[in-house]
């Protein structure tokens, strides 16, 4: 099975979150590494012993491939990173190892099951590593702190796949797991990878799934499972919280494919997880993509955030090895709050800390008129809706936003903006700077002529020279407006509420600007098109083309609810570094 990045260019994009994120924290790494290494022990020694390869038990009596590297200071035993990747051990765990070897930890490097060097199949991929039937994650911590060379401390290490790893291990985790990094994963796959609002993430699921090689039965397995049941309740982390009882620093980004994950494994471990976890957690939030963003139309300053590898190895010193190096006292939140990139008088574009999230907020509801206004805290009157026709062979085209393997980032909506099928609702000019910040929820009042159809719904930041920059959108699927368990179909003619979830961001509208809010019925291919039809998902080929309702009257007043930051204006911003 070829590497990742020794695949075609299409499929190397997988690879980004590795190259991008976790480059940058071992490229950090190497330097500290270094550096270290000059003042400790002359510059011909080297700091890792050769890797040995050994093939771990797993409790079926599978094998998993493991190389460990060791330090070559000091007779042991150490502490230990462990990492777990779909990607190949090799590479990583060299890599890492010449990075925190030297700092007097060991490493082991695993191969997931079915993967590269580790034999048996990788289906249900993510499903073997968590608490059910399989413990590959468990497993492996109880084999590592046997290890003579172990002083059964173990922290763990990675972003993105090897980050859910990480994820998907720490609820019931052995004691002897000490702490995590854990980098843009997620902590609900149901809700965050495979079925947002209920609507398959098309482009994310397919195209990483092919990308990686796995096996055929992983993707066929998520589409049977289209709605929310037992199998995804053995993927779901977030709800496993309780029983996570190692702290953990958690590493995102706004445009990020797991936004949303990132926050949530933060705040429920934070605040409910266990004894070990509860009051010890980090979360850091970036301007960043799963990868470089696709269009250069915006680049945030002093975007780069707080030293990866320094926070990580200070982060596992003490809670791995018992340093007294000011760890509890550090803020629990770190986030970046984005602004207007032309403009070097605007507010935003740096490092604010929190004591917790989300930070203080007011709520505030703006309603969408029928003549096109966003207007706070002003509902319409009268009994106006706006209709339109979406067709599922012509849905609207996908620019930018929290992808994968597609077009990333903030990136200008207005090419989609005109069509017939999207409506828009604009602010006035805003008079002065408006900032949002934390999570944000559209409630929509719909009707439709057909049983099932989705609702899209964008927000953008509209520059006084015409852009509508994306800043964050969402999806609900309308059979799961009142649960993802089960389907309740529409009726003709009937309205109904619809809630979009659109995540969380933190962003300051400049003056000058206005506030856009896009609502439609698709977005392809970052979601599957809903074909109308009610059928069960991808049941056949046939569509319908759907005239949908969007109501907006004093009785159905569809809006949505923005976060104003309420906190102090510039109180503990942490530059990055």
Same mark, same amino acid.
């Given at each position: ?32 590494? %270094? ?9 011909? #020694?080297?700091? $890792? ?5 050994? +093939? ?16 070559? @200071? ?10 777990? %990747?779909?990607?190949?051990? &090799?590479? $990583? ?29 990788? =289906?249900?991929?993510?499903?073997? @590593? ?9 497993? /492996? ?8 060379? =172990? ?16 994820? +998907? ?32 993430? #098309? ?17 066929? /397995? ?45 705040? %429920? ?51 791995? &090895? ?19 990139? /032309? ?29 096109? &206004? ?23 085209? /996908? ?5 994968? +393997?597609?077009? +990333? ?39 439709? @002529?057909?049983?099932? %159809? ?13 852009? =509508? ?35 969380? *961001? ?10 856009? $809010? ?24 046939? *569509?319908?083309?759907? $005239? ?30």
């Amino acid at each position: 099975m070829p590497h990742p990045c020794q695949l075609p260019e299409k499929k190397r994009a997988l690879c980004r979150p590795y190259h991008v994120i976790a480059a940058l924290i071992l490229v950090g790494a190497l330097a500290v590494a %270094t550096s270290a290494a000059e003042e400790k022990a002359p510059a011909e #020694k080297p700091q $890792v012993l050769p890797n040995e390869a050994h +093939m771990v038990a797993m409790r079926d009596g599978t094998p998993l491939a493991t190389d460990v590297y060791l330090p070559t @200071d000091g007779e042991g035993p150490w502490p230990v990173i462990l990492v777990r %990747t779909p990607y190949g051990k &090799k590479e $990583v765990g060299a890599e890492l190892a010449s990075a925190v070897c030297g700092q007097g930890y060991a490493l082991a490097s695993q191969d997931m099951r079915g993967r590269f060097e580790s034999p048996g199949s990788d =289906s249900l991929i993510f499903h073997n @590593d968590g608490w059910s039937e399989r413990r590959d994650g468990h497993d /492996t911590l109880e084999w590592v702190a046997r290890q003579p060379w =172990s002083n059964g401390s173990i922290c763990t290490w990675g972003g993105s796949a090897l980050g859910i790893t990480q994820n +998907m291990m720490a609820p019931g985790a052995p004691e002897t797991l000490k702490a995590q990094d854990v980098a843009v994963a997620l902590s609900d796959f149901y809700a965050q990878a495979a079925y947002q609002g209920g609507a398959l993430r #098309k482009a994310l699921v397919e195209d990483w799934l092919e990308g990686v090689e796995a096996d055929p039965e992983n993707l066929e /397995t998520f589409l049977r499972h289209y709605r929310y049941d037992e199998l995804w309740e053995e993927m779901n982390p977030e709800a496993e919280a309780h029983r996570v009882n190692a702290p953990a620093i958690f590493w995102g980004g706004w445009y990020d494919i797991f936004c949303q994950g990132t926050i949530n494994s933060f705040v %429920t471990i934070h605040n409910r997880g266990g004894p070990g976890a509860r009051g010890r957690c980090r979360l850091v939030m970036g301007p960043w993509a799963h990868g470089s963003f696709t269009s250069e139309e915006i680049a945030y300053p002093n975007s780069e955030g707080p030293d990866a590898l320094a926070g990580a190895l200070r982060f596992f010193d003490h809670w791995a &090895k018992g340093a007294d190096n000011g760890v509890p006292d550090d803020p629990p939140v770190q986030y970046y709050v984005m602004g207007d990139t /032309t403009d070097a008088t605007a507010p935003g574009n740096y490092w604010r800390t929190a004591d917790n999230w989300p930070p203080p907020a007011k709520l505030t509801r703006f309603y969408f008129h029928s003549d096109g &206004k966003l207007i706070p805290g002003v509902k319409p009157t009268g009994e106006g809706k706006r209709s339109y026709r979406y067709d599922p062979r012509d849905p609207v085209p /996908t620019i930018g936003g929290q992808n994968l +393997m597609i077009s +990333m980032g903030p990136m200008d909506q207005r090419p989609v903006e005109g069509r017939d099928d999207v409506i828009l609702f604009t602010s006035e000019e805003l008079a002065e700077p408006l900032e949002v910040t934390g999570h944000i929820y559209a409630t929509l009042f719909i009707s439709s @002529d057909c049983p099932d %159809t989705d609702f899209t719904v964008k927000l953008t930041d509209v520059y006084p020279d015409g852009r =509508s920059m994306l800043v964050t959108d969402g999806i609900m699927r309308a059979r799961f407006r009142d649960s993802f368990e089960r389907e309740t179909f529409l009726e003709p003619g009937q309205v109904y509420q619809v809630t979009v979830d659109l995540w969380s *961001t933190s962003l300051i509208f400049n003056k000058g600007h206005r506030i856009r $809010v896009a609502v439609s019925s698709s977005n392809s291919p970052r979601f599957d098109p809903n074909p109308n039809t009610g059928k069960p998902l991808r049941a056949d080929d046939e *569509t319908q083309i759907a $005239v949908n309702d969007l109501h907006l009257s004093k009785r159905h007043p569809s809006h949505i609810a923005l976060p104003i930051y309420a906190g102090p204006a510039r109180a503990r911003q942490q530059p990055a570094g």
